[in-house]
């Protein structure tokens, strides 16, 4: 059996390894278009701030060539996969060279991932200008920052928030703009101020509800041209979202989500025969919602990559699906998420209560005590936990999300969570910590 990847960062590196698990004697072969692969993309503001271990990009790869190839798995980089025939079995790949040849499959996976969307601003050609998804992409933004004193951040999500500390914590002058109301719009209107106020607080000039509408320079950016105004900047970051690439999908005949996204089954796979789809390319299932969404996080895609490794080895398998959990970082401040936000809630059309919690996340009279903010949210009627949202002074109180996420998975009511027997002492928690005393309180409300 002769098994064909198209990608070779989470999804795709996690199926590889485990169809060779699978079935050893498979000729697997994975086609990546870039010089990487089974790298940790989510940890590249980290290394630009200078926060790893070991300076540089290398800590953040989890697996080379060389090793992959140690195993039995055939690793092509710098080879772009595209044409797919799904009737002859075989995809047309362009090497190094620019030669192309016909690969056969018995069994294919597109792990095509995502891309950053490119406003028509970015399409300018001017030095400065970054997005922000590779290794590659990391190390040219790196280069242009050591000569840079004004940083211009276009987006107000994961990336912009995270990287708004990394560079303050090199010294950079740092004006966020996020076309929207305030930044941070995954969470429920309540909880996006302290957000705001930790970026602040940290030196950064947020304006929101401006929209950009051009750059100014000749070769390098000077400024960034906004209905508010110019903001001067010599280095641009564009992170206003990310969507699936997908083009190889639909030359394929492969259908396509509501979402955009491909459109796969618990199995991985798609409406056309020997051909799966994994990772930031593909829809998640949403245990909550009950209905496919599109959801590109690294645990998601590392485990549709496992999923679909398994059956196109000849197991059976199937992903469980996501309850839609994301945390970060900005500054001091810890946010995370799980489940729906109140307005997803009801754009869902639930009946949906949401509860406001704020205390700390250790005993109040420690010294260590923060203060936190929970939002949970349930079902009328039934009961059902929908979901939770916290913003911590202490970044790692966010991780609480972790005991909410878990009973979402499971279809857990507030009254289970109430239930929960977590683990208290003074420097950790109250004796009721505080998800207990929020469902107490839901409890009430429902």
Same mark, same amino acid.
């Given at each position: ?122 399409? #300018?050609? =001017?030095?400065? !200008? ?7 992409? $990391? @190390? +040219?933004?790196? %280069? *242009? /920052? ?88 010599? #280095?641009? =970051?564009?992170? !206003? ?7 190889? $999908? @639909? +030359?394929?005949? %492969? *259908? /396509? ?104 996340? +250790? ?84």
């Amino acid at each position: 059996m002769r098994i064909v990847i198209v990608g070779g960062v989470a999804a795709g590196m996690s199926a590889a390894s485990r169809a060779q698990r699978q079935s050893p004697d498979a000729d697997i072969v994975v086609f990546e278009a870039g010089d990487y692969i089974s790298y940790a993309a989510c940890g590249l503001p980290y290394a630009l701030g200078g926060e790893l271990k070991e300076a540089g990009f290398g800590r953040l790869v989890v697996r080379t060539p060389e090793q992959m190839r140690g195993r039995g798995i055939s690793v092509r980089l710098g080879h772009r996969v595209e044409g797919i025939d799904p009737r002859a079995g075989t995809v047309t790949v362009r090497g190094p060279g620019g030669a192309t040849a016909a690969e056969p499959y018995d069994r294919l996976l597109l792990a095509t991932g995502s891309e950053p969307v490119r406003p028509p601003f970015v399409q #300018t050609g =001017l030095g400065g !200008v970054h997005l922000l998804k590779t290794i590659p992409d $990391a @190390q +040219a933004l790196d %280069v *242009t /920052l050591r000569g840079a004193k004004r940083v211009c951040i276009v987006g107000g999500g994961y990336i912009g928030l995270e990287m708004a500390e990394m560079l303050r914590g090199r010294g950079l002058s740092v004006v966020l703009v996020e076309r929207g109301p305030e930044v941070a719009a995954l969470l429920d209107e309540p909880l996006r101020a302290p957000v705001r106020a930790a970026l602040e607080a940290g030196g950064v000039d947020v304006r929101t509800g401006v929209k950009v509408t051009g750059l100014t320079g000749h070769e390098r950016v000077t400024g960034v041209e906004t209905d508010a105004g110019l903001i001067r900047a010599d #280095t641009v =970051l564009v992170a !206003v979202g990310v969507r699936p690439r997908t083009e190889l $999908a @639909q +030359a394929a005949g %492969v *259908t /396509l989500g509501e979402t955009g996204a491909v459109a796969v089954n618990l199995r991985q796979e798609t409406d056309v025969p020997g051909i799966f789809a994994a990772g930031d390319c593909a829809e998640s299932w949403h245990r909550v919602l009950g209905k496919p969404v599109y959801v590109p996080l690294a645990l998601g895609a590392n485990r549709m990559g496992r999923v679909a490794g398994v059956n196109m080895a000849g197991g059976d398998a199937t992903f469980p699906g996501i309850v839609g959990t994301g945390i970060f970082k900005t500054f001091e401040l810890g946010v995370a998420l799980t489940g729906l936000t109140q307005a997803q809630a009801e754009k869902a059309g639930l009946d949906a209560v949401s509860v406001d919690l704020s205390t700390t996340d +250790a005993a109040g009279y420690h010294r260590d005590s923060c203060p936190v903010h929970l939002r949970l949210t349930g079902e009328r009627g039934t009961g059902r936990l929908l979901g939770a949202q916290i913003v911590a002074e202490e970044h790692h109180a966010a991780k609480r999300i972790d005991v909410v996420a878990a009973l979402l998975g499971v279809g857990a009511s507030v009254q289970d969570l109430f239930e929960g027997d977590l683990g208290y002492a003074p420097p950790f928690s109250s004796t009721w910590d505080f998800p207990l005393v929020a469902a107490d309180r839901l409890l009430r409300q429902l």
